[in-house]
């Protein structure tokens, strides 16, 4: 026989199951945001999240050439970016909103920075002196058997490259002669003593992708530095590729002897 519930709650057998919430990481969405937004392509994020292989591979390849570092973005952004264990990260729904708008603002920035940069060029100083020869060549002609001798070679500038960040320069040619590149990289950011300033400098052939068709910098740093070393390359059209992070600004000029 059964006797009515005076109380009109359920009892215990008659009590649903309990809902479950996913679990949740103690790891911050905002910390994370900050670290795949400014530090994406040393792998900072996947390290803070516990992801300590994927985060070395992130770091060794600057990011997958920046690609990587931007799925990753995009994914904490989108909430399905987890912790080590696969838990979602705290905070998403109070921050979500800021962070798209910071994100997006950062983005249209960046476009108009390098449409900018692509406007203006840099000064090769291959013309002046292809100008200097032909001037010279008349003087040359008229000039008796005995000539005084030529002047000593020179390093003359090619092109000058300087920023804080990633940058490429337009092309410039180069005569087949010895060539120098002269660099200097200031400001390197430090976290508990360590650096976390990256920078490498590509030297490459007019018409190469260096996305798709991959290349070895000639120069890799990680901290202040100043220096140069020298160019081995033949009479062509080559480009500048600077990879840099984490460094309040860096020059590079190329140097020809003529």
Avoid: C
């Avoid at 519930?5 to 679990?23: D, F, L, R």
């Avoid at 390098?114 to 060549?137: F, V």
């Avoid at 062509?236 to 020059?251: H, I, R």
């Amino acid at each position: 026989m059964s006797y009515p519930n005076p109380t009109g709650n359920p009892s215990p057998a008659q009590a649903p199951y309990p809902q479950y919430a996913a679990p949740v990481s103690e790891k911050s969405f905002l910390v994370t945001w900050l670290l795949s937004l400014l530090l994406g392509v040393l792998g900072a994020d996947r390290f803070y999240l516990g992801k300590i292989g994927t985060g070395i591979v992130k770091l060794l390849t600057l990011g997958g050439f920046g690609i990587w570092a931007l799925i990753d973005l995009i994914l904490v952004l989108t909430n399905k970016q987890t912790d080590k264990q696969g838990r979602r990260l705290e905070g998403y729904d109070k921050h979500k909103k800021v962070a798209l708008i910071v994100t997006a603002v950062l983005i249209v920035a960046s476009i108009a920075s390098s449409a900018a940069r692509g406007g203006s060029a840099p000064a090769t100083g291959t013309t002046p002196a292809t100008n200097e020869t032909s001037a010279a060549a008349p003087a040359s002609e008229a000039a008796p058997a005995a000539a005084a001798p030529a002047p000593a070679e020179k390093w003359t500038k090619v092109v000058t490259l300087n920023g804080s960040t990633d940058m490429a320069s337009q092309s410039f040619a180069l005569s087949g002669g010895e060539t120098r590149l002269v660099y200097k990289f200031t400001g390197a950011k430090q976290l508990n003593g360590q650096s976390m300033a990256l920078g490498s400098i590509y030297f490459q052939e007019e018409g190469t992708d260096l996305a798709k068709d991959g290349g070895i910098p000639i120069k890799m740093l990680q901290k202040d530095e100043a220096g140069e070393t020298a160019i081995h390359k033949g009479s062509g059209n080559y480009f500048l590729d600077v990879k840099a992070a984490n460094f309040d600004s860096w020059t590079i000029t190329v140097e020809e002897k003529k």
